[in-house]
């Protein structure tokens, strides 16, 4: 229900009666937020009484939203540009395996070690990846 003006002057909102405009309409609005309990203005007020109308629209939600928001983009900005991927170290691993292999500085034995170690990380590459190194 609105506000009514009566013919005494005086505001009727639902059942109650108010002297002043402001008071019902203040009433009416918090009424309409879900309080029952009317604005008390004493006589002797040196300040105006100012009821502020509710918004549909809350800041609670700017402060989940925005952090919430600026994470989303960190994260997506350092997926793109991440570290390599498992697969990619494991194969410039296995790269620098042979590299070392072909060092003519390695004697013989060395070098058949390394050769069984290289073999063995491409083994191992194959069995978890399913594909050549």
């Given amino acids: 229900m ?6 005494d002057g005086t ?3 639902d059942d109650r009666i108010f002297p002043d405009a402001d008071e019902a309409i203040a009433y009416d609005g918090l009424r309409n937020a879900g309080t029952e309990s009317p604005v008390e203005v ?15 629209f809350s800041l609670w939600w700017l402060v989940l939203i925005i952090p919430a928001g600026l994470f989303l983009l960190v994260f997506a900005i350092g997926a793109l540009s991440g570290p ?10 296995i790269e620098l395996c042979w590299k070392e292999h072909s060092s003519k500085a390695q004697d013989p034995g ?6 069984g170690s290289c073999k ?3 083994s191992e590459f194959r069995a978890k990846y399913g594909v050549d190194p």
């Fill in 84 to 93: 390599p991927s498992e697969r990619q170290i494991e194969r410039l691993a």
């Fill in 11 to 13: 505001y009727r909102v």
């Fill in 42 to 56: 004493p006589e002797d007020s040196p300040q105006p009484v100012v009821v502020a109308a509710r918004s549909g």
């Fill in 120 to 122: 063995m990380m491409e």
């Fill in 110 to 115: 060395t070098q058949q070690f390394i050769a």
């Fill in 2 to 7: 609105a506000v009514v003006k009566l013919a």
